[in-house]
């Protein structure tokens, strides 16, 4: 269903911009009488005003944290609003495929967060409270974040296929880059197209793109330019990429980025979601590593619609129980796991390098010895039964080249398909604007 926007009148859209500019001058009669408003309609779901002046506090938090420059208060308002309803929209599929974040997982998250700030949940729980920060709707955000992670792996992932060919042919092009551990740190700027746009569409977009990158070439602030214009989600971020290994630069970007210069930006680059500018912050090299590798096999159940997450893991734990009576791994492999790519092969997943499967799985395989057999393991896509089969150590050889150039394409891969994933959803999602101009 397509999106629908319903403009109210002028006077709704000079509150909304007065409200959210004046913020603490406003009487606060006035302003508990406003905060309650529904301002979006997303699916099922809405967003309050109150929704909306909590996260442009944070916002402006975050911005002020990173000495950022602050954006022009309409820019900040419909950049926030977008990243509202691009979220409500995710948690929606979430929901609808059967996503549920259990209890265990989000305390042992919270509990990380805390010991990241070298902090008790006690403490953290306090801290926040200083900053006027309430603890439940934190643990709330924390939620809805797994909750999206977990579902652009699941939903992302299994649409990836990587070819030997497509391996030779990386090998050959950017083996230099490949051989060594190189990290690079990227922001970047998109200008968005909308699918089936036209010509007009495209050349204005394209120009803009053109205008931008001329601006940060005569040195105008990169973090500034994206903040104020990008169309990426890390906008409010600065367009700021992070350090990224030449296994995590999307494939439009690794060519143009291997060969810039620290401080470099690149041409105004095409894909299927927009027009990018990409600007090289810096780069570093190390250490090449031996890597031991794992021969292993699983057994995938997943909830879904109609499998719950419970359902699931009973399934998993009666297959595991056959199993160690004797029944044939393979067979119930082939019979029974979800994974239908490993399934034909009897549950086979053939040598894995570190890293090559998500961080819940690749843990618990590698603390498995051979021959041992795991209990049902929880990862994104739902939970796996793992036999490890034998190990090898594996010197950085042709060997490693090949699987870091699999790695490489599959996260290249994982990037561009996220994107696209993420504009379809949102342009098959219904989203009502209640207040003019916040859609625009």
């Known amino acids: 269903m397509a999106h629908t926007m319903t403009a109210t009148s002028a006077l709704g859209t000079l509150f909304l911009t007065l409200f959210l500019a004046a913020g603490t001058t406003v009487h606060a009669q006035e302003r508990d009488r406003f905060m309650d408003r529904i301002i979006a309609v997303v699916g099922e779901d809405v967003i ?48 609808r495929v059967g996503i549920n974040i259990d209890e265990i997982t989000l305390n042992r998250t919270m509990e990380n967060i805390a010991a990241e700030n070298n902090l008790t949940l006690l403490q953290l729980r306090n801290a926040l409270a200083a900053e006027g920060v309430d603890f439940a709707a934190f643990r709330q955000q924390i939620r809805d974040e797994l909750t999206i992670a977990q579902l652009r792996r699941r939903q992302v992932d299994n649409r990836l296929r990587v070819s030997e060919q497509e391996i030779d042919d990386l090998i050959a092009a950017e083996s230099g880059a490949i051989d060594r551990d190189v990290r690079y740190q990227l922001s970047h700027i998109l200008i968005a197209l909308p699918q089936g746009a036209d010509s007009g569409t495209i050349a204005t977009a394209q120009k803009k793109a053109e205008e931008l990158r001329a601006r940060a070439r005569s040195g105008e602030d990169f973090s500034s330019l994206a903040i104020n214009h990008s169309d990426a989600p890390d906008a409010l971020d600065g367009g700021d990429m992070g350090w990224r290994g030449a296994a995590d630069l999307p494939t439009l970007f690794a060519r143009n980025v ?81 994974d239908a790519g ?19 799985f690749d843990e618990a395989m590698r603390s498995l010895a051979v021959g041992e057999l795991s209990p049902p393991i929880q990862s994104p896509f739902g939970w796996h039964i793992i036999e490890v089969l034998e190990r090898r150590e594996v010197d950085a050889s042709r060997e490693l080249l090949r699987a870091r150039a699999q790695e490489i394409l599959q996260n290249r891969k994982r990037e561009e398909e996220t994107e696209l994933w993420l504009r379809r959803l949102r342009d098959e999602a219904f989203v009502e604007y209640r207040i003019e101009g916040l859609g625009a």
């Open 258 to 338: 291997i060969l810039m210069r620290p401080g470099e930006i690149s041409q105004v680059l095409r894909s299927p979601s927009g027009f990018h500018i990409v600007k090289l912050i810096d780069r570093e090299a190390g250490a090449e590593q031996k890597v031991s590798q794992t021969r292993a096999r699983h057994i995938l159940i997943s909830p879904d619609r109609i499998r719950t997450e419970e359902e699931a893991l009973v399934q998993a734990r009666s297959l595991h129980s056959r199993i160690r009576q004797g029944a044939p791994f393979g067979d119930l492999a082939r019979a029974h796991s979800d």
């Open 48 to 95: 309050t005003q109150r929704e909306l002046v909590s996260r442009i506090d944070l916002t402006e938090q975050q911005l002020a944290q990173r000495d950022a420059q602050m954006p022009n208060r309409d820019v900040l308002v419909r950049q926030v609003m977008e990243r509202m309803v691009v979220e409500r929209v995710q948690l929606q599929e979430a929901e």
């Open 342 to 360: 490993s399934a034909a092969r009897g549950g086979e997943l053939g040598w894995l390098s570190p890293g090559e499967t998500v961080p819940a």
